[in-house]
């Protein structure tokens, strides 16, 4: 197994920098949140995040880059996991489903900070660029996941664009919704299902 590389001390320090705007926006939403309360949280003084970071925007927008390259990663090592093993390809969107919920849709926190930076995005149009090349990221890598198991489907772009929103819809009830009212993984599961009966009749 290669080793991975050594971060640098510059990146580790971005990296606790992120980690705390993370626990911060678990506790208050962003435009209360100050660069003294990431710095307190992050366990450094707040000198060091300006030498970091031009602003507190900037601070946001590089942690969306960093979410949007460490969830990458993680996708990366799933492809990689399961392209060593001998899988079924309606069986391989499947194991991608849960992935995709266990580690992305449904995660808790992840899922209660981007409410609050789809927030920001309604008004901060640097944010909302961030977002709009996150999802068309998004939307690239399930159509890949679809092509896999599915290479000849004609409607494998228009599934995408579907899955994409439906599952970050899903993502919003689990944080709004009491959790005995609503089951979004056994929703999204569900809908997964009746693609994969739509995709077998092509």
Not at 33 to 56: C, E, M, P, R
Not at 67 to 94: F, G, N, T
Not at 167 to 173: D, Q, T
């Amino acid at each position: 197994m290669t080793a991975m590389p050594r971060k640098s001390v510059q990146e580790e320090r971005r990296i606790q920098i992120y980690k705390a705007l993370t626990r911060c926006l678990l506790k208050k939403s962003f435009s209360e949140t100050s660069i003294k309360d990431i710095a307190k949280t992050a366990g450094v003084n707040h000198g060091v995040l300006h030498y970091y970071f031009k602003n507190k925007e900037d601070i946001l927008l590089n942690y969306i880059d960093w979410v949007v390259v460490h969830y990458h990663d993680m996708y990366q090592e799933w492809v990689d996991s399961h392209s060593r093993r001998k899988i079924d390809k309606k069986a391989y969107l499947r194991d991608f489903a849960e992935f995709m919920m266990d580690r992305l849709s449904l995660d808790d926190t992840l899922s209660r900070v981007f409410v609050e930076i789809w927030e920001i995005a309604m008004y901060n149009k640097k944010v909302r660029l961030k977002l709009q090349n996150l999802y068309r990221e998004w939307f690239r890598t399930i159509k890949q996941v679809i092509d896999h198991s599915f290479p000849r489907s004609a409607e494998a772009k228009k599934i995408s664009l579907l899955l994409v929103p439906f599952s970050e819809g899903m993502s919003l009830f689990s944080v709004l919704m009491p959790k005995d009212e609503i089951n979004p993984k056994e929703l999204m599961m569900w809908m997964l299902n009746l693609i994969i009966g739509v995709m077998n009749k092509e």
